[in-house]
């Protein structure tokens, strides 16, 4: 699975973004997905994830209410909704891909990542 992130920029504080990310290379069925944030010199940290059906969703405690993840199997993307964004949500985001069953909030239960797409929020 080729991940391919994007919608990233730059927003001041309570602005909003969507994150895509396009999935190629294999069949998006089976696979979940998940969102990944870091800041430079920190880990990367789990924002959310979502079942390949769409009907399971985790959340980090830290965007519950903010933010929603969302799928749209036919055109093999995933996206992530991020509102009342604030400067602590400013970070690399990436896009993972996993398929070991249940959907995961670890790194190493995603195989597959896509490229980060940079996330500025100015106060």
């Known amino acids: 699975v080729q991940l391919q992130a994007s919608g990233g920029g730059l927003v001041q504080a309570g602005g909003s973004l969507r994150l895509s990310c396009a999935a190629s290379g294999r069949t998006f069925s089976g696979y979940y997905m998940g969102w990944f944030r870091q800041v430079l010199g920190q880990g990367r940290e789990f924002v959310a994830a979502i079942s390949w059906s769409g009907g399971t969703t985790n959340y980090a405690n830290a965007v519950k209410g903010r933010f929603t993840i969302s799928r749209d199997g036919a055109k093999n993307t995933v996206y992530l909704q991020m509102n009342s964004l604030n400067p602590e949500d400013a970070a690399v985001y990436y896009c993972?891909?996993?398929?070991?069953?249940?959907?995961?909030?670890?790194?190493?239960?995603?195989?597959?990542w896509g490229q980060g797409t940079q996330v500025t929020v100015s106060s």
């Open positions: 993972a891909a996993g398929a070991n069953g249940v959907i995961g909030v670890r790194q190493s239960d995603y195989p597959f």
